[in-house]
């Protein structure tokens, strides 16, 4: 998934970003359990790869919520 932030407004950017981000989750959550039908290993899989990406010498893994599809922001 890419999301494309306006810079010329600043102000807006950590709301529009949080927003989006927040309905990217909802979206892949929602995706996550129909495919669990088919698949009841998928969302395991998909975070366990997740943060695999991360790695575990990251000091932020405390506080970062796996969205477990990449995420590219972009001006």
């Given at each position: 998934?890419?999301?494309?932030?306006?810079?010329?407004?600043?102000?807006?950017?950590?709301?529009?970003?949080?927003?989006?981000?927040?309905?990217?989750?909802?979206?892949?959550?929602?995706?996550?359990?129909d495919?669990?039908?088919?698949?009841?290993?998928?969302?395991?899989?998909?975070?366990?790869?997740?943060?695999?990406?991360?790695?575990?010498?990251?000091?932020?893994?405390?506080?970062?919520?796996?969205?477990?599809?990449?995420?590219?922001?972009?001006?």
């Amino acid at each position: 998934m890419a999301l494309v932030v306006d810079l010329s407004k600043p102000e807006e950017l950590w709301s529009t970003v949080d927003r989006w981000l927040e309905v990217m989750k909802a979206r892949v959550t929602a995706a996550l359990h129909d495919a669990q039908h088919t698949d009841q290993s998928l969302k395991d899989k998909l975070h366990q790869s997740t943060w695999q990406r991360v790695g575990p010498e990251h000091e932020v893994t405390s506080i970062v919520i796996a969205i477990v599809v990449v995420v590219v922001i972009h001006q």
